[in-house]
Nanobody, 115 residues
């Protein structure tokens, strides 16, 4: 059974940093591509960042230059480094990852940025 376990969320002041981790478990599941989504209260879920199997990355405009998505194949983990955080970054962040055949979701982690 495949599980994605997220960690690293929490409360931070505006201007601060957090690093989210999305670790995959499952005997035969190796992360090939990954993405981070977020959903703020009363808003639709949005794609924040994605990384392809080849390592190409993409970001929503609002986080460009502040967030970095990366993948550690040895640890089978996808990361989201978040810097210069703003109150509007407050949301539940969820990871999605694929081994190339199907996608799986993590349970989500809360990020709260205080002003």
């Amino acid at each position: 059974q495949v599980q994605l376990v997220e960690s690293g969320g929490g409360l931070v002041q505006a201007g601060g940093s957090l690093r989210l981790s999305c670790a995959a478990s499952g005997t035969s599941f190796r992360i090939n591509s990954g993405a981070w989504y977020r959903q703020a209260p009363g808003k639709q879920r949005e794609l924040v960042a994605a990384i392809s199997s080849g390592g190409s990355t993409s970001y929503v405009d609002s986080v460009k230059g502040r967030f970095t998505i990366s993948r550690d194949d040895a640890k089978n983990t996808v990361y989201l480094q978040m810097s210069s955080l703003k109150p509007e970054d407050t949301a539940v962040y969820s990871c999605k990852a694929s081994s190339g055949t199907r996608w799986y979701w993590g349970q989500g982690t809360q990020v709260t940025v205080s002003s």
